[in-house]
């Protein structure tokens, strides 16, 4: 039993209208059927964050969500920070702090400081309650705390 | 794809969703934030007929507040609640406890009625129901809309007293002034459900504790009260020699087993350790 539902959304700017299995992750789907990679899944089970991706401005976990559920909403991924050629100042600051390793859960990451950065969040409350809702394996967090501070507190 | 094959139902109204729900009731599962019901899908713990959407029923993302009652719709999201200035003024426990839910991330979805509807022993917002005394708006059909208090609602582990053809439409939080409340949990990590966690109120007249009300989660197969150690407490002196006694009361009292992470003493241990500093806590707010 294949149950294929039709749904639209904005992914990145562009507008989107297709028809998926509706079991589908968004996580799945952004990657599978938009071929955007650059969202991550690792646990699917919304503890290491590295799906986070924005709907309507909110950073949600993608792993989480059913592809369907993403109907009449405004996606961001991480291919929405930046250009091929030129990154955006987030991910500048990332790269110049040293705010990552193997990458991994950086794409998450972004995301979120993203959303952080358009909510008005502090550096400090970024750095104590939304990276926690990240999982790195490399880096003891040290400098992707500093590559915060600095990016949304650069008087500092 | 990980979850067994479903057949998708997203709902437009509440009419709609009672509909469904009346005739498929026994073969539906309703996801709303979908937080805990994802991963169980993924694992195939969950193996809905039919999966009911209520995401789009906007009339229930509501949040009233009234002379004695914080009244919130079953969509209304946690990070609403949570970030609600009144909210925060005329019942700061809900939104203190809601920051124990897993990550900011995670309650940009979770919802009030999911996580409530979930049952999960160890979540916050039962318990904190429990100590306020609250209670859970249902809807069906065929026999309209009923309230259930929170003893009757929650009934075992992922267990409720809804039937299989309502929906959970909201739930209210009692403000019962000048009553203080407070909730605490040791987790192992932030954002993991708790080993234990305690919602404590206190009502307190000159310096002596009238009532004192105490849930704890995490510990039996749903929020339990300390009704031994609320009696008990009743009329004591709002000391910190109090908060030292009524923790050890909590400690005798509570029912706890072993379990994969802790043995039952240690989470004991735990129990009266958060109601001591629980009842400090909210002795400190208060003043000498």
Redesign the interface.
Known sequence: ???V?QFSCTVNGLQVSTAV?????AA?FLRQELGLTGTHVSC????C?SC?ILVDD????S????A??L?GAVVETVESLGGLDELSTLQQTFSAEHGLQCGFCTPGILM?VEAAKRAGTSAVAVVD??L??HLCRCTGYDNIRKAVQVYLSPEA | MKPAAFRYRAVGSLEEALDVLSEHGEDVTIIAGGQSLMPLLNLRLARPEILLDINRIADLAFLEITADAVKMGAMTRAATVEHHAEVKQVLPVVPQAIAHIGHPQIRNRTTIGGNVAHADPSSELPGVLACLEGSVQLQSKTRGTRTVGWEDFFQSVFTTDKQPDELVTGVTFPITEPWRYSYQEVAARHGDYPVAGVTVGILEQAGVLEQVRISVVGVADRPVRLRTLEERSSGMAATAATAAVLGRFARNEVPASDDVHVSAEYRKAIVGTLVSRTVSSLLEEIGP
């Open positions: 039993m294949t149950d539902q299995d509706t079991r589908t992750s799945d699917e089970q919304g503890v964050g986070t909110a950073a949600v976990r792993c989480l969500l059913l369907m559920q109907h979120t309650e939304l926690p809702g």
